[in-house]
Each structure stands twice: as C-alpha cells, then as structure tokens.
C-alpha cells in the first residue's frame, strides 16, 4: 500500500487498487492487475493519462468516472445515486469532504473510507472501500439526511470500472431445479439491468455478474465480477456509453433494490447500502472462484468438518412414523452417517402442505410423546440431531393465521394469490419476531438441535406492511433486516447452532445470507445430470464444503431419470455430502457402497473441503474434467463425467488442470464409487490405475499433454485419485 496526498494505492493478492482522491469526488484510476510499488510518479502518470481525447460534439470538460457518478459528470448512465425531496433536489453534486486510509501491519490489503457531502439535497454519504487479503474487493455504502423533511431514497448503487478490452457478460439464470443456468451476452453499448422483485435472490438469480476479454472460460481470460450481498430484492448492471466511461469501457455492479417509498429518511436517518463485491482475475473463472473460497474459508472458518448429512424428505416425505424414521436411523449410523435432518411434516397440524405452518409446535398426534424417542435414537447412535423449519412463512390454515392475521405482510385490503398454499409472515413485526425467536429456541434447547434447515418456499409478491389510516408501506428491505436480525440472535444464544439457506433449493444463496449461515441446500434436484452443472456454477462464489448435495433414489424426485449409484456417489462427493433416500430399502450391496463411499469422503474431507477447485475447458460441451487439488499440490481428486452422448473424438488426450508440473503423481481408481460405465474399452493406462501401485506420471505430462480418458456412457463418471511421490 502507498497512500499521499490526493491519491491511494492498496494491493492485495496479485491485485491493485489505485484511487485518485484529487478533485470534487473520488476517481478509479485503475482496479485490475497489480502494479506494484506504485508511488506519487506513477499516480502522476496514471492520472495524467487518465484523461480521456475531447471529441466532437462532446462536454468542454472531458468526462470523468467517478466513485459515485452522476450528471454534473457529464455521465448519461446508470446514476451512482437518485433521490428527491417532494419532487425536487433531484441532480445530485457530491463532494469529498475527507479520505481516511488504514492498512494492516503486514501491507496487504487496506481500507479506504470517503465522506461526502452532497448539498443539493442536504445529505452526508460515506464510502468503504476493502481490498481483502484475498484480492477481493469490498464496497459499501450509506447516506444520511441533514435539514428537514424527508429525503426519498430511490438507490445508492456501487459502480466500478472495467477496461474496453472486457467485451463479454456472464451472469445467470434459472428456475426451480435447474439454478445457475449460464448466459453469456456481448457487452454491446447500453445498459444489461437485472432486477430481482422477489423478495429473495430467486432461483434465476444473476448470482455473480463477469465482464471478461473475448472467450474467457474456466482456465483462461482475464475477467473482473461482482456480486451483491444481499439477501431481498437486488438490482445488478453492466453498461457501455458509446463514449465510454471516461478512459473505461463500461462499468459494473449492483446494490439492493428498494421499492417505491420504502427508504424515507427524515433529519439524521441513516440507510446503509449492502455489500457488493468485486473480485479481478487474469486465471478465468477459476481464479475468481479461488479468491471467493479463500475468502469464505477465512471469513468464517469452520472448526469442524462439515458432517455427512441424512435427510428425511425425500425417504417419508410427510409420512412420519416412528418405526420408519428409526430403521432409517440405524441403517444410517451403519453406512456412517454423522446428522439425522428431520425435515417437513413434525409441527401441529402438518399432514400435507395446505396446513400448519406457523405452528412451531410438536404434532402430538403424531409424536405423542415428543421427538424425544427419535431424537433418543439418534444420540444414541452417535449422530447430531437437525430440524425443518420455514419461520418466514405460514399458511392460513393454522393457529398463528387465525390468531394473528395482523402479522401477515400483505395489504390491508386483503391477501392476494397463495404460493404453494402459503403466505408471508412479516417477520419485522415485534410480536411475531419474538414468537419465532422464542418457538425456534424452545425447541433447539429441548432437543439440543445441532442444525437447522431454513427454508423460504414463496416468493414476497404484495409485500407490504399493513399501515391502517396512513396506508400500506412496502416492506421487503425491513423483512430482509429483520431476518437478518433474528439468524443473529439465533446464533448469539445457540452458538453452535448450524443453519442451512434453502428457499425451493438454491433461491436464497448470496454472501449476506452466508454471514449468518453455514451451508446452502444448492438445489431440490438430486438428479445427478442435472446437479454436475448446477454445481458447477454455483461453485463461481462458493467453496463446495458450502454446497448440500445429497444421493438421492435411482429414479429421481425431480426428473424421473434413472441414473446409477456410482455417479450419484460421485456427484455428491464434490460437495457437501448427503444422502436423502429412503435406505430402508436398500439392499446389503448398495448398504456396502455407501458405506464404502461415506467412509473414503469423510476421510478426503481435508482435500475436498480444504482444495482449490479446477475445471477443465473442454470443446464437448457434454463432458466434464473437474478437480480439487490440494494446496501443496500432493493430492488431487478429479472426476471424468459424460452427462450425454455427443460428436467428435471418443477418445483423446485431456490435460488435467492445477497439478504441480514439478511433481510425479499416481495415479489410482479409487473402489469407493463402485464401478463406472465405460463404453468399450478401456485405455491401456487404466488398467495399472486400478492396480494397487497405481499408474505413475509425471505432473509435467499430466498438466501439459494429459491423458486419454475412458469414453463413458451417457450419466456416468469416474473419480481419479492422485498422490504425488
């Protein structure tokens, strides 16, 4: 870090942030690949030559992108800021009244902290600005009314710049059961908005926003992202003026997305923006993905392995009988099952979906005497005991609905369309906030709960704070707060306590909700096609030790496919692994693999959960090579996956990503997968892979002119296991 007068340089990790502090508001002088040392000379030069040509029919004063731009810069995009005091104060002028920069005694990484005036509507803004050790990059914002009357704030929204050569834009899609569908766009001049209106990121969320050069792939590119960590409704964007952005070609970013009239500040009231991040790399995606898991792992590490999980639903579904769940236990502990989750289908009144929900009390009709001998059961097996829960919802049908329809977060003119027979419970309320802290705590401290699944079905569609005489008011930012809030008093009173983010699978997977819990459910679909992409993507911003991934029966829930145990076994082991089947009915050969599975992925826990993760670029777009390779470079594990038929060659030379070209490494086929469907036949080299003293290699080979692979059957993959010598 170098910082002087009127200028700020920090650098972390390969990256360099340089911000010129001169002039009315802050400038990026350059945010990308680092610089080095540089100092006041190499300032003078960045910003000298940051002045952009004067063209025709263009301002007298060239233009400039600033931190925060507006149109007293002459910039005609996405404004850093909109508001209005009753229809005027409309053309914002900020102003930086004062920089502070604090760096870490070992000079790696820093902060940056702005405060701004901006007189036209009387406001105080301020800025922080942290580059992490990790090279990723964090911005936040917050605004302050000053005078009197209220100030209507429309959004605050963080913008950084990328340079021309970024020509292309990846984000995401999705629905249910299918999340993170790739879509890749040219960044052509004008604004890709996406808008998030559901209460929650959704299951087609943008998830990570990446402008890169031409044909950045997984292993090659140069590419700059962010994200916006933030758990309700969110606005994401990339844009390109025709002029520019200043010496930029276009910008990037995001920020929350209020609705009409929900952030009215009065004299001294303060909004505060949520996260974004941003993170640059000149590795592809994978050298993003490596600075988002580095940085999940250090920002909140785990001083457990995260446990292999055994789920009821997809085993009984809402058909909760003692006798069953207890066989499913005990054939659980047998295969080596470390949590028992029970999930939907315990709580008063819960026989199917229409009923119930609210009522977080034990069905006595049911479970006459508690969960207590279940949970017994589990104990005494030696597992960790986890509990379903959807807090934020509830369905008319039930004792909290009809006691307390003020707590519903609908209009007052009267609820509108159910979503899967549910509605919305306004979690802000004081009464209802303190009958779920008290209920959830209840229940976690009788059953010492080592694990909550938290799951968020709807969507919030006419959410809206019931306000009598003085109308209704918009109320999905208070919502999202407020549950913030309650997974924080949660956690302060059960420390150990584990929650999982689920919303029909993946809806609700972002670094806001991350800072309060401790794994995702990445989707509802446990088809093994299906989830290889799913997790693919999503593994863009999270380690994998984040990702629930459960084996599922053979026909699944979702699709109806028909796949084989050993690439449901392989699928979930490069996650956070589980299982959600109904075992009772399994036979004593698939009993034997997965145990033998259970057994080889807890002990490859350090790897799997610990590794940097590594995807091959491959033409065929039905194969996969991915990997995790230890830190060392010692060991790796990598799956060859063919999801479907396809053209070209079957047989051909693939390298293998991330391996230490220095090494020899050997090369096994692990047995705790059972045995993959190869077509044809095998490659010579294969054969002494399967021996005991394995196929040794040199890294140099591997890396560089890689091996030829087994042509697999369609839904099929093989798990290699590599150990350096």
């Known amino acids: 870090m170098s910082a002087g007068d009127g200028y700020a340089v920090l650098r972390a990790a390969g990256v360099s942030l340089v911000l010129d502090l001169e002039g009315e508001m802050p400038q990026v002088l350059h945010w990308g690949a680092d610089l080095g040392d540089v100092g006041p000379d190499g300032v003078a030069a960045l910003r000298e030559s940051g002045v952009p040509a004067r063209v025709a029919n263009s301002p007298e004063t060239p233009r400039v992108l600033t931190l925060l731009p507006v149109e007293r810069d002459s910039w005609s995009g996405f404004p850093g800021i909109e508001g209005h005091r009753g229809g005027t104060a409309t053309t914002p002028r900020p102003v930086l009244s004062g ?69 292309q834009v990846l984000d995401f899609s999705g629905r249910w059961s299918r999340e993170r569908a790739p879509q890749r766009l040219p960044l052509v001049d004008g604004a890709h908005v996406r808008e998030v209106r559901r209460g929650k990121p959704g299951l087609d969320s943008p998830y990570l926003l990446v ?75 994978d050298g993003l993905a490596d600075r988002f898991h580095r940085r999940a792992r250090t920002r909140r590490p785990r001083s457990t392995p995260q446990p292999l999980v055994l789920n009821t639903w997809e085993a009984v579904y ?41 009522d977080w009390q034990i069905e006595a009709d049911v479970w006459p005497d508690g969960l207590d001998p279940f949970v017994e059961r589990v104990h005494a097996a030696g597992m960790e005991f986890g509990l379903w829960f959807e807090p934020e919802m509830v369905n008319l049908d039930s004792d909290l609905a009809r006691l307390h329809p003020e707590w519903l977060l609908a209009p007052s003119a009267g609820v509108g369309a159910s979503f899967r027979n549910q509605y919305v419970l306004d979690v802000a309320h004081p009464d209802a906030y303190a009958y779920l802290v008290e209920s959830i705590s209840k229940l976690v401290e009788r059953y010492d709960i080592a694990y909550i ?27 999202t707060l407020a549950l913030y809030a309650l997974l924080d008093e949660l956690r302060e009173r059960h420390p150990a306590l584990e ?53 599922g029966a053979a026909r699944a829930h979702t699709t109806n496919r028909v796949t084989d145990l050993s690439f449901r076994l392989v699928t979930a082991a490069f996650a956070a692994p589980g299982i959600e089947w109904d075992i009772t009915g399994c036979t004593d050969e ?56 396809s053209a070209g060659p079957q047989a051909a030379r693939v390298p293998f990503p991330g391996l230490d070209r220095a090494q020899d490494y050997v090369v096994r086929v692990p047995d705790a997968f059972g045995p993959a469907a190869v077509h044809g036949q095998e490659p010579a080299w294969l054969a002494r892979a399967r ?31 590599l150990t350096s010598v």
């Not at 080596?336 to 939907?344: F, P």
């Not at 704070?465 to 208070?478: E, F, I, K, S, T």
């Not at 919303?503 to 299906?530: F, H, K, M, Q, Y």
Request: hydrophobic share 40%.
């Open 499 to 551: 929650i999982e983010s689920c919303a029909s699978g993946g809806g609700r997977i972002d670094l806001g909700i991350l800072e309060r819990t401790d794994r995702v459910w990445t989707s509802d679909c446990n088809d093994p096609v299906e989830r290889q992409q799913i997790q693919r993507w999503s593994e863009l911003l999270l380690p994998p030790e984040l990702l629930g991934s459960h084996v």
């Open 590 to 645: 698939e009993m034997a693999q997965l145990a033998s599975w259970a057994t080889f992925v807890t002990s490859r826990r350090p790897l799997l959960h610990g590794g940097v993760r590594v995807h091959a670029d491959l033409a065929d777009d039905q194969t996969l090579l991915h990997g995790t390779v230890a830190q060392d470079g010692a060991q790796a594990l990598f799956a060859w996956v063919r999801l479907a038929s």
């Open 99 to 167: 920089a502070t920069v604090e760096v870490p005694d070992d000079g790696v990484g820093g902060t940056v902290r702005l405060d701004v005036r901006e007189p036209i509507a009387d406001l105080v803004l301020a800025a922080e600005l942290e580059l992490e050790p990790t090279g990723v990059l964090r911005v936040r914002w917050s605004v302050t009314a000053q005078g009197s009357g209220t100030y209507d704030l429309s959004h605050v929204t963080a913008l950084l710049p990328v340079p021309a050569r970024a020509t």
């Open 318 to 358: 809402f058909d909760h009988d003692l006798g069953r769940l207890g066989e499913l236990v005990d054939r659980a502990a047998r295969v080596g099952v470390e949590r028992i989750v029970l999930d939907d289908g315990w709580f008063r009144g819960r026989r199917d979906d229409t009923a119930g929900l609210g």
């Open 691 to 721: 021996s005991k003293e394995g196929f040794r290699v040199p890294g140099a080979i591997l890396a560089g002119a890689g091996l030829p692979l087994p042509v697999l059957h369609p839904a099929s993959a093989l798990v290699l296991d």
């Open 211 to 285: 402008a890169g050069t031409p044909g950045f792939a997984h292993r090659a590119g140069e590419v700059w992202a962010a994200h916006v960590a933030w758990s309700g409704d969110q606005r994401w964007i990339a844009q390109r003026l025709p002029e520019g952005a200043g010496v930029h070609g276009a910008v990037i970013g995001g920020g929350d997305l209020p609705r009409p009239g929900e952030v009215r500040l009065g004299p001294g009231e303060r909004y505060e923006a949520p996260d974004v991040l941003f993170a640059w790399s000149d590795a592809g995606l």
């Open 453 to 479: 699944k938290w799951d968020h079905n709807r969507e919030l569609h006419e959410a809206v704070v019931r306000g009598g005489a003085d109308g209704d008011r918009p109320g999905v930012r208070r919502q």
